[in-house]
């Protein structure tokens, strides 16, 4: 970013109102707020970009408002599922193989007639979105760089802070740490860094409630894959859906379709006996094969492992002119 940039090559200080750290969607949308209100911005985050990996693939009705509220709703129902996809949740031996039940559910377009004839039952101004939060951030990035008048310095990574009655003074290094840090002086620093918040931990605040769950499925380690699978709606012998679960002696999975074209989000429960820090893309094929039953052919785009069974909330979320946001201040998955 060249803001920040310029403030390192110059020895300056950059002074802001809010300075946000992480460009997750909770630190894009506080970034659109801001810059709704004319109050300057900055938004770092340690990433390169926004997300490539599909999570978080839907967007509820109370979500949806909010959208609606800043004028990116419709922007965000078109991308992710299209509107004449099936929603359906279905559960399988395989997905190839035996039907155990379904949850049939209208397609957004068939949703969008339903509700028009509700009297009093249905209470929200949207509807929900099927919509992976890579597209989201993606709409909420280009908006938030329009209403603040900045680019978010993605490559940017907080190392500290302190405060002081007026303020707070941070300190802001490229994440390849091949530069010295930048000073940014800020009249408030929120933390939306995640669930590993240094913001958070600057802070000493612990979060409290369950963690550490196991169970035989969504509770422990996961191991994540987001996938290209051309054939799958020519060779899966039932209706389609928009989630997949599986459910065999070998495996326990979940899939969510991510454009409806081929591209899905992929996640199977892992062993306590395996360590999954050294599969491979391989390893990626074979649980697609021992969930699906089908010799397909598909290409992993990416892989990686996340821990299910949290339900954590921090035991505050301000300190001073810091506060603490998004999974940094509460943790479900």
Not at 70 to 97: C, K, N
Not at 197 to 209: D, E, I, K
Not at 238 to 243: F, G, K, L, Q, S
């Amino acid at each position: 970013m060249k803001e920040l940039q310029d403030a390192q090559s110059q020895g300056a200080v950059l002074e802001v109102d809010v300075l946000v750290a992480g460009a997750g969607p909770c630190g894009l949308m506080l970034a659109n707020e801001l810059g709704l209100r004319g109050i300057g911005c900055l938004l770092a985050d340690p990433k390169a970009t926004t997300a490539f990996n599909p999570q978080a693939n839907a967007t509820q009705a109370r979500t949806m408002e909010h959208f609606r509220r800043i004028g990116i709703a419709q922007e965000i129902r078109a991308l992710g599922l299209p509107a004449d996809h099936p929603t359906d949740i279905a559960y399988f031996t395989r997905f190839a193989t035996h039907e155990l039940a379904r949850l049939r559910l209208p397609t957004a377009a068939q949703a969008t007639e339903h509700v028009r004839g509700l009297r009093g039952a249905w209470n929200a101004a949207e509807l929900p979105h099927r919509v992976s939060q890579k597209f989201v951030e993606a709409v909420l990035r280009k908006h938030a760089e329009a209403r603040t008048g900045r680019p978010v310095a993605f490559g940017w990574k907080l190392l500290d802070f302190d405060q002081d009655a007026d303020g707070v003074n941070a300190r802001l290094a490229p994440a390849d740490g091949k530069c010295p840090p930048v000073t940014v002086r800020a009249r408030y620093l929120v933390g939306a860094d995640g669930a590993r918040s240094t913001v958070r931990q600057a802070l000493g605040v612990s979060y409290s409630g369950a963690t550490g769950v196991q169970r035989q499925f969504m509770g422990g380690r996961m191991f994540a894959v987001y996938l290209r699978a051309p054939t799958f709606y020519e060779q899966l012998p039932h209706d389609v859906a928009w989630m997949y679960v599986s459910v065999n002696p070998e495996r326990r999975v979940f899939m969510a379709s991510v454009d409806g074209r081929g591209e899905f989000a992929f996640h199977a429960a892992v062993h306590p006996d395996e360590d999954p820090s050294g599969w491979t893309h391989e390893d990626a094929k074979r649980l697609f094969a021992q969930a699906s039953g089908m010799a397909i052919p598909i290409e992993v785009l990416s892989t990686g492992t996340w821990i299910a069974g949290h339900s954590l909330v921090a035991e505050r979320y301000q300190q001073g002119r810091v506060f603490i946001a998004g999974d940094a201040a509460h943790l479900f998955t």
